[in-house]
């Protein structure tokens, strides 16, 4: 998606959140819409589901999964070690300290782009860093890692190589004949698979 239609998309309901921001008039710190037009072209928010599965199943410890939808679909599915923020929570005081860090390398995802990419702008309009967002979000995930495409024949070796690697780490995060149906960030899994449901919390704890 093209940033400046990216930008508009988000623009109005994030408008909402950011509104409720209390000023901080010692260190103030949002950014302008330049600024944020600038960073979402540079597309350096987003890490691949290459690189997010590979690190829950190295489990990498700075790695920390925010899922940003409902609390409901959070149950029905999620990543392995994932927390349950929804985007309309973030602003809540309970979530300041996983999101305002410098340890841990949070990536926000729903069920598309488009709510991780809200909560992305959010938190670095309240000058946060190391929060960033899965690239093409859980529907990329179930395609790419759960259930991978065999590459053509006449592919490079590349394509191989990481049909290979998405191939077994599918297998080792309960993949395999999965579907997700739709596109957008309302839709919600049709599949259960082997993933524990996190339990019902008020607060979000853990992590991968």
Known sequence: MKPLKLLALI???MGFIIAAVPQNKTNPYKLTAEELLNEVNTR???VTADVVADMIIKKDPTLRLIDVRSQDEFE???LPGAINIP???LLSEDYAGILNQ???MNVFYSNGTLAANEAWMVTRQLGFTNNYVL???LNYWFDAILNPQKPASTSPDEEF???DFRKSAGQALGGGGLTVQGTSDQ???SAKPAVKPAAKKKKASGGC
């Open 11 to 13: 623009i109005i309901p």
């Open 44 to 46: 350096n928010q987003y």
């Open 76 to 78: 029905k599915f999620s």
């Open 87 to 89: 985007v309309n929570d």
């Open 102 to 104: 410098d340890i841990k």
């Open 135 to 137: 690239e093409g979000g």
């Open 161 to 163: 190589a990481k049909y």
């Open 187 to 189: 839709t919600s899994t």
